[in-house]
Nanobody, 121 residues
Framework: VQLQASGGGLVQTGGSLMLSCVVD????????MTWYRQAPGHQRELVAS????????TIADSVKGRFAISRDNAKNTMTLQMNSLKPEDTAVYYC???????????????WGQGTQVTVSS
């Protein structure tokens, strides 16, 4: 099982980007999917998270009103729509999922590769 993240890039202030993350491989259940980010010299922080079953979302205050997270359960995919981007959104964005690979397995954390988002001023 792997998480495949995509969609980063370079954009000007005020622009938009969309990040996607897909759970690649057969799994029993995807519990949550989350985007974290880490800027140079800063700790990794939660950006947005979604409960794959209930659809409940958690959005960081710093991006509330600008970012939206959504899911496609049939494809085990999560999307982060980022609008009104600011230079302070510049970071490496990491996809995370808590999932159960098998029916008898435990819920475990999986991480995707980071994708760079750069917002120029």
């Amino acid at each position: 099982v792997q998480l495949q993240a995509s969609g980063g890039g370079l954009v000007q202030t005020g622009g938009s980007l969309m990040l996607s993350c897909v759970v690649d491989g057969r799994v029993f259940a995807v519990v949550t999917m989350t985007w974290y980010r880490q800027a140079p010299g800063h700790q990794r922080e939660l950006v947005a998270s979604i409960d794959m079953s209930l659809g409940r979302t958690t959005i960081a205050d710093s991006v509330k009103g600008r970012f939206a997270i959504s899911r496609d359960n049939a494809k085990n995919t999560m999307t982060l729509q980022m609008n009104s981007l600011k230079p302070e959104d510049t970071a490496v964005y990491y996809c995370n999922s808590k999932l159960r690979a098998t029916a008898k397995g435990r819920t475990e954390n999986y991480w995707g590769q980071g994708t760079q988002v750069t917002v120029s001023s």
